[in-house]
């Protein structure tokens, strides 16, 4: 009997002894799990940077003046002088046309000039009439201008300095307007103007003559310099924007009508809120970007609003102060309120 009290004494010890050890056991992993939900981060400090107050606009490259060169009348091309790409001056002689015609009309001129004056001498003399001398008169200046007409339209000159861009009829070819192509096409490449079109909150900082660069996708390397050339004086009712001509020198003939260019136009500089483009997060399905703010050993999810991006920072609108301690790296895991130890 004495044995079997002991026994049982002995085996509710044992169950004493295996639940505490089962008791314990889960708290020291609770306590390691605490010990590894501290994150460890990387943080950078917000601060003020000067910032440029910049605007980007898209448009096309367009010549400073386009000419079309055709005849206005119905005459065959005798001999085109230039081809597609060929550089030509002002007043360079570009196509020349039959000039059956203008022979013809020139003797037909030179016949009725003397006609004229052998009829003039008449009439002082009282041999011919007034209305006569008067109807003579009218027909010679009527060849006069048929002659002068035609002597435009025979030899086509170039009115600009600049490049063909297109040719559109062979040596030999009758040219008629019902075509409505030109024989030539000639572009004045230097400078050349881009037109942007700007929101009318902007109208009073643009300025005639303010400096603007642009890019283009075809040349990633360059900046182009150049200004503003023309504001327009009123805003578009529909779409609130007004338009600005924008001009850039093109000495090397890089820049060719065209091509789609950005144009930068920065309006004043002011000090603004920066942080490492790094610290921003973005929060997925939505447009909110957020930064994880360090405080008291902890991360506050922060949204903030963005300004521009200027080389690896973001300038920040709203949502943050300067001066704030902002995570850079080890953003995986973490949340709202999560304990953090910052790293260097």
């Known amino acids: 009997m004495k044995t079997s009290v002991l026994s049982y004494k002995v085996l509710w010890l044992s169950i004493l002894l295996s639940g505490a050890v089962a008791c314990s056991g889960p708290a020291e992993e609770k306590n390691e799990d605490s010990a590894e939900e501290i994150k460890k981060v990387e943080t950078a400090f917000s601060e003020i940077k000067e910032v440029d107050q910049k605007m980007t606009l898209t448009g096309n490259v ?10 206005s009348m119905q005459l065959r091309i005798q001999k085109i002088f230039v081809e ?24 037909q001129l030179a016949h009725l000039e003397k006609e004229f004056a052998r009829l003039d001498t008449l009439h002082k003399a009282g041999s011919v009439s007034q209305q006569q001398l008067d109807q003579m008169r009218t027909e010679l200046d ?34 008629s307007m019902a075509t409505g192509a030109g024989i030539l096409t000639i572009m004045q490449i230097n400078p050349v ?12 900082l643009v300025k005639n003559g303010m400096p603007v660069s642009m890019e283009l996708d075809v040349y990633p390397e360059d900046d182009f310099e150049g200004e503003v050339y023309l504001k327009y004086p009123t805003i578009d009712p529909n779409t609130r924007t007004f338009t600005v001509e924008t001009r850039f020198s093109n000495q090397e003939e890089k820049i060719r009508p065209g091509m789609f260019g950005r144009v930068n136009m920065v309006f004043e500089t002011l000090e603004r809120v920066t942080v490492p483009d790094l610290a921003v997060q973005r ?27 200027i080389d690896d920072f973001y300038e920040i609108t709203g949502g943050l102060s300067a001066g704030e301690e902002v995570v850079i790296a ?15």
């Open 193 to 204: 103007q881009v037109d942007v079109h700007i929101p009318e909150a902007f109208f009073p």
């Open 142 to 175: 009527v060849t006069r201008s048929a002659y002068e007409n035609l002597k435009e339209n025979t030899r086509l000159v170039s009115p600009i300095t600049g490049i063909v861009t297109s040719r559109n009829f062979e040596n030999g070819d009758m040219y």
């Open 84 to 107: 597609v790409g060929d550089p030509v001056r002002k007043g360079q002689l570009l196509v020349q046309m039959d000039p059956s015609q203008l022979v013809q009309t020139q003797l």
């Open 283 to 309: 929060q997925q399905g939505t447009n909110d970007k957020f930064v994880f703010v360090v405080e008291d050993g902890k991360v506050i999810r922060r949204v903030v609003e963005l300004g521009r991006r």
């Open 330 to 344: 080890g953003h995986a895991g973490l949340l709202d309120q999560t304990p953090v130890e910052v790293v260097k």
């Open 62 to 71: 367009e010549p400073l003046e386009q000419n079309i060169i055709s005849p």
